[in-house]
């Protein structure tokens, strides 16, 4: 079993920048994609960010293109996402979940373990 902890969250004004942070344990996730996704409040969770096991492969939603950056610490077992100019739309509870496959990754369906969360909110 794989145990997934947010964290890096917190309140913030547009514009500024915040890392997440994804740390795995009870077994490796170097194997594993590791993506984030992100809930606003009244939504659907929606998909933000995808790493490949070796780091080198990503993938974006259009809506952070250009401003969020993840990346992952095979050493340490975590995944970050770097958010930059942060807009009030970015407010969200981010989660990070890890999958041993390799398809249709821009939805929940291909992801088996979760994290809990961590709250996003952008001021204006």
């Known amino acids: 079993q794989v145990q997934l902890v947010e964290s890096g969250g917190g309140l913030v004004q547009a514009g500024d920048s915040l890392r997440l942070s994804c740390a795995a344990s009870?077994?490796?996730?170097?194997?594993?994609?590791v993506g984030w996704f992100r809930r606003a409040p009244g939504k659907e969770r929606e998909f933000v960010a995808f790493?490949?096991?070796?780091?080198?492969?990503?993938y974006y939603a259009d809506s952070v293109k250009g401003r969020f950056t993840i990346s992952r610490d095979i050493a340490k077992n975590t995944v970050y996402l770097q958010m930059n100019s942060l807009k009030p739309e970015d407010t969200a509870v981010y989660y990070c979940?890890?999958?041993?496959?390799?398809?249709?990754?821009?939805?929940?369906?291909?992801?088996?373990?979760w994290g809990q969360g961590t709250q996003v909110t952008v001021s204006s």
């Open positions: 979940a890890a999958t041993g496959q390799k398809f249709r990754l821009n939805l929940e369906s291909a992801y088996a373990y």
């Open positions: 790493v490949t096991s070796s780091g080198n492969g990503t």
């Open positions: 009870g077994r490796t996730i170097s194997t594993s994609i």
